[in-house]
């Protein structure tokens, strides 16, 4: 149980609604033992009055009528304390099921880019449900189950040993035997768990990456050989599960087995005792009623240890995403800036996945107010440049700065906060509108949102919609088009306000009208504030206060408008080729 050790925090968090469970636990047993008890009075009462005639009927009656009651009320008041047992122990493994997945998910929020790239969607979301379910059942049943029988079986057993010590003997030998099987099988399931939790990450990000490209597959009719892999994990999920419950299904037969034998063992010895005086016929009844008592709990033994090894595999896959650091991290903070200059010194970064080379020593300032445009063909850098400048990725080389400050000492929340991004293939979420647009904002009102709406030039789309910015939107915005979504996803930085505001080519969907209205909301309402734009139209970057061109992640080319179009290279070509295509 090595790694489940990870969660004796949340013991310890809970510990009181625990330790009461555990009394409750104790007090619902000894209350179940007063019938066992008084049903092996009643048959030495039964007996003493047909064999020695010593009590008369009707004391018989009575004796035998007070016990009855005395088992009925013992009974209710053990069911009672039961239900508060399953109540407060399975009520803290809820609990504990909720800070579990919520220190997941704010884990999973403060890992870099990299750990996205190399972990898949389906496994991410595996680990934070199927993973977190089956430690909750370590926390719940197992420990419930596991201290109602620890319970049980101290007070059954020093009661039996108190009554008749070399019957009670006899009756638990079989245990050491349970003892060994468990042993034995224990390391068999644990392997299994884990393959079983593998692969069913597998299928998890399988369906996860079949519904989300749902329209490749049907657009290039991939259905069948989607189909048919999709049958081959589920067929492999189908042999990793059956290799596991094959293990499992020798639990409760051995244990009705042994408790079988426990139940030969107090008739024939616990008889003998009876014929030779040595016990009277009441302790013989009870001793049965005790071993079957036993059943289930024996009997749970095998299922608990089975949840127990499932939770172990789980929360080792857990703990591996819960060790992993994030590379990005806070910077000590500083001051409220008043100046914004954007300064990148000779800034390097290399991609170690790939050894690619993004950015090579690329150097300008960027005063506030100032419009930077960013050109450049694919795999240029362009994009590489907004990671860094918001820390997705930190640089090999060189250094950025905001206000004369690098970047590395701020905290993430407070550089981010300052700046606003529209990425190259935005995400809206299945929100209504208004929220997608909301995100940028948190108390933004309605007249906010329909203004940042207008700058982005699609409030009248939106209106258009029967329910206007109230409409909601399904997965990746698939309601929408994709000028639209841009659009969205502008305002959605717009109203934010930024002091640095990050275009990506977010208007490559958008035709060259839309994009000069949106262009010239964008000059108007950020005279004093930092924009830089990527973009492959010229167009949008004409007007800018400065251009650079990338190649393989350095600047070949750097100016205004109008000196780039008068010297030969790539910026003067794209000018030529993208009038000559607008002329056609």
Not at 178 to 197: E, G, M, P, W
Not at 217 to 239: D, M, N, R
């Amino acid at each position: 149980m090595k790694e489940l050790q990870y969660l004796n925090k949340y013991l310890r968090k809970y510990r009181i609604k625990l330790l009461i469970g555990v009394a409750i636990t104790i007090i619902a047993r000894i209350f179940s033992l007063f019938a066992p008890r008084l049903i092996g009075d009643s048959l030495t009462v039964v007996e003493n009055y047909v064999v020695d005639q010593n009590l008369s009927l009707a004391e018989v009656e009575a004796i035998l009528l007070q016990n009855i009651s005395i088992i009925i009320g013992t009974a209710l008041l053990s069911g009672f304390f039961t239900f508060l047992m399953r109540q407060t122990i399975i009520n803290v493994s809820r609990y504990i099921e909720f800070d579990l997945k919520n220190e997941i998910y704010a884990h999973y929020q403060r890992l870099t880019q990299r750990f996205y790239k190399n972990n898949r969607t389906g496994d991410l979301m595996s680990r934070i449900s199927e993973d977190v379910g089956k430690v909750r059942m370590y926390f719940g049943p197992a420990i419930m189950y596991s201290i109602n029988t620890v319970a049980l079986f101290v007070i059954v057993i020093a009661y039996m040993f108190s009554i008749a010590p070399k019957l009670a003997l006899y009756t638990i030998i079989p245990l050491p035997l349970l003892s060994f099987i468990i042993y034995k099988l224990n390391s068999v399931i644990h392997q299994r768990s884990t393959l079983v939790q593998e692969v069913l990450a597998k299928l998890s990000t399988f369906t996860q990456e079949s519904f989300s490209g749902i329209s490749i597959i049907k657009s290039y009719t991939l259905q069948p050989k989607i189909a048919a892999e999709f049958e081959a994990l589920t067929l492999e999920s189908k042999e990793k599960n059956m290799r596991l419950v094959r293990v499992q299904a020798w639990f409760f037969p051995l244990m009705i087995l042994l408790i079988g034998i426990s139940n030969l063992i107090v008739i024939f010895i616990g008889g003998n005792q009876y014929m030779q005086g040595q016990i009277e016929i009441g302790v013989l009844g009870e001793f049965i009623i005790y071993v079957n008592m036993l059943t289930w709990p024996v009997a749970v033994v095998g299922w608990v240890t089975s949840i127990v090894q499932q939770a172990e595999a789980s929360q080792k896959r857990i703990n591996r995403f819960l060790q992993e650091q994030p590379e990005i991290l806070d910077g000590e903070g500083v001051p409220p800036l008043e100046d914004f200059t954007i300064e990148f010194d000779k800034v390097s970064l290399s991609y170690p996945e790939t050894g690619i080379k993004a950015l090579d020593k690329v150097s300008f300032t960027l005063k506030p107010g100032q419009k930077l445009g960013i050109v450049g063909a694919v795999g240029a850098g362009k994009s590489t440049l907004f990671d860094v400048l918001t820390r997705l990725y930190d640089v090999d080389g060189g250094e950025i700065r905001i206000g004369g400050v690098p970047i590395q000492k701020f905290t993430l929340d407070a550089l981010r906060q300052q700046i606003g991004i529209v990425p190259q293939n935005p995400f809206l979420f299945s929100e209504s509108i208004a929220d997608n647009i909301r995100f940028g904002k948190k108390d933004a009102t309605l007249q906010e949102i329909e203004q940042a709406a207008k700058m982005a030039n699609v409030h009248e789309n939106i209106i258009a919609f029967a329910e206007g910015y109230d409409t909601e939107l399904g997965e990746r915005g698939v309601t929408l088009s994709g000028g639209q979504i841009q659009r969205v996803s502008i305002a959605r930085a717009l109203i934010k306000n930024p002091e640095i505001l990050l275009l990506d080519d977010c208007l490559s969907a958008v035709d060259t009208d839309t994009e000069e209205k949106i262009l010239s909301n964008l000059k108007q309402i950020r005279s004093n504030k930092t924009t830089l734009i990527i973009s492959h139209r010229v167009t949008s970057v004409l007007d800018a206060d400065h251009i650079i061109v990338l190649k393989d992640g350095k600047i070949i080319q750097e100016g205004t408008h109008e000196p780039l179009i008068n010297n030969k290279g790539y910026y003067q070509d794209l000018f030529h080729k993208q009038q000559t295509e607008n002329t056609i």
